[in-house]
């Protein structure tokens, strides 16, 4: 699909859709109904992604197995329990650009980010500080500043944050990068969203990455709203850590079990220190318990598991990422420019803007979301765009963030729902 010149007619998104080669995946999801019995417009696949038709069988598959074979299914399972986070090896690398073995998928996003500070965040002298960002997502400041409490540090000095400038809401790369050369040798992790969840700003990940490096810190990422909306290349850019959730864009379903990407050069250092428990050992010997009381970590992300994996919670995942391998992230990036900039175009051709858009204008700098800031009468705008049955996302007082989804949201969907907004402009 090449990126067309728009026009305003419905016909023209109607032959968009036509056209669509990703078209298909639509029908693999169950689309939510509203009160009209007819399929809601959903736009918030960055809060909670859709559910896959497939996932129902793969959850009835492991309930069948526990209820057939009991422990046995541990190595007897259509997908044995034993190694089933094995199941995400190459395409859990494929989804994040890294090399198999680079990523692990286990518990929630926020305790994999405390499981990767207690590794990499290990303030020595003078080098104690974080970079995180002004308006981090309350999640990952309150881990960062627990991390540097349970340190022995003071959060005032040890936490620095990064803040658009007066006046401006996106951050701007070279002030990042400045505030990185600026702490310098104070500096031993940048923590920053791949995706800023607020804005939808994509940040500069290499460019960040190779600032902090250069600082001699480390670079973790919060890809929570990037992971499946933007292609990302993490072995290459040399991220150290990152860590996302699976139940936005790659619909794994509510609390879905996480993600976590650690660099190559690190999952090869087993002498690394971490939060160790028995599924982060080596499997040959985890279940021989004179052999097994050293822990011997696995090389590689594996390394960092803790607990058996939740099997129930897992299977979800399993249908996602086949999803994700049919559908290629970047064609699905593909589809997500033309139809971000298709709303963007669509809801700036009114004279008298009810909106600001706050996200990025350039396509490289963002994902599929666009936030938008009602000037007037936010509530009122919000009403009727629910009543039209379009599902948005809501932040108080007057921020709505749209996220049409590539796998699943249509040219015509977009068209009907900046119809339902523009009205509002006289
Ligand atoms: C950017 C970001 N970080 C962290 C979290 C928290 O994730 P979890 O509850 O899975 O730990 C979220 C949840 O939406 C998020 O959007």
Redesign the pocket.
Known sequence: MTTPVFEESEGFAKRLDERDPLGKFRGRFEIPAGADGAPLIYFNG??LGLMPASTRGAVVQELDDWSRLAVDAHFRAATPWYSYHEVFRESGARLVGAHPGEVVMM???????HLMMATFYRPDGERRKILIEDG?????AYAVESKVRLAGLDPADAIVAVAPRDGETLLRTEDVVQAIEREGAALALVLL?G???YTGQLLDIPAITAAAHAAGAVAGW?L??AAGNVPLSLHDWDVDFA?W?S??YLNAGP??V?GCFVHARHGANTTLPRLAGWWGNDPGIRFKMDEARTFVPRPGADGWQVSNPPILAMAPLKESLAIFDEAGMDSLRHKSVVLTGYLEWLLGRSQDPRFEILTPADPAARGCQLSLRALREPRETLKTIEGGGVVVDHRPPDVLRIAPVPLYNTFHEVWRAARLIQPLTP
């Open positions: 960055n809060s518990n929630g996003l926020t305790v994999n980010l981090a997502f309350p999640s990952d969203p995706v800023q969840f919060d929570a709203h860590v959730c139940y936005k609390g879905a996480a």
